[in-house]
């Protein structure tokens, strides 16, 4: 069975410091991996996804995320926070034959002034 | 990517009672998916609607409770049947697409007393 694991449902950063938001899946086969933000009182938009091949992966708004396989991970990473970025954020693994989301369960960015 | 549509936004209803929400997408897709984020939680899938069968529930959710319709490859809806205060959540749908990711709506805010 698939799972993931997002550490830290809360996560404070001052604006311009690196945003390192956390993702650990677990899964039998290869997995689809993918982030999503949302803000409030809105839908879940997707930030970026791993399918296959690279396994750094560039998303919107200056975000990226490194696929590793040895320590099943999936990072979220921003060099620099804006305060445009406080939303919340979620993980989710996928079979890569099915369209199944797991979703793990999110971590709230604040970010400080 | 797609552009999805969800009514009602939001809605207070009575317990014992129903709604329907609805979900339209601007293009023909495949799947699409209805899922329940209870507050403060993470995204819980209900139920795979696909055009011309009966729909997919996932386990703990069952058709009763929740219908769902899917008369063509771009509307759906999902019914919540004989509401309680436990049914408060926000229902979203999201739709499939070729790349594997899920595009979502922008979710229905449910309220019941």
């Known amino acids: 069975a698939q799972s993931v694991t997002q550490l830290g449902s809360h996560v404070s950063v001052s604006e311009g410091a690196l945003v390192l938001l956390r993702c650990n899946y677990s899964s039998s086969v290869p997995p689809y991996l993918f982030w999503y933000v949302q803000y409030p009182n809105q839908g879940l938009q997707l930030l970026l996804k791993?399918?296959?091949?690279?396994?750094l992966v560039k998303g919107i708004n200056g975000f990226e995320a490194e696929f590793k396989k040895s320590e099943t991970s999936f990072h979220l990473t921003k060099p620099s926070a804006h305060m445009s970025d406080a939303a919340e954020y979620f993980c989710?693994?996928?079979?890569?034959?099915?369209?199944?989301?797991?979703f793990g369960t999110g971590t709230r960015l604040k970010v400080l002034a | 990517s797609a552009v999805i549509s969800q009514k009602p936004s939001r809605d207070i209803c009575q317990r014992g009672t129903s709604l329907t929400i609805q979900c339209q997408v601007d293009?023909?897709?495949?799947?699409m998916f209805w899922y329940r984020q209870q507050p403060g939680q993470s995204l819980t899938l209900i139920a795979t609607a696909n055009q011309g069968s009966e729909a997919t529930y996932e386990s703990g959710f069952v058709i009763d409770k929740f219908p769902i319709s899917r008369p063509n490859l771009t509307f759906s809806t999902l019914t919540v049947s004989n509401m309680s205060p436990e049914d408060s959540s926000i229902y979203l749908c999201?739709?499939?697409?070729?790349?594997?990711?899920?595009?979502f709506g922008p979710g229905t805010r449910l309220t019941v007393l």
């Open positions: 999201s739709v499939d697409s070729y790349g594997g990711e899920q595009f």
């Open positions: 791993y399918t296959t091949g690279a396994t």
């Open positions: 989710a693994v996928s079979n890569s034959g099915t369209y199944k989301y797991i």
């Open positions: 293009s023909q897709v495949t799947m």
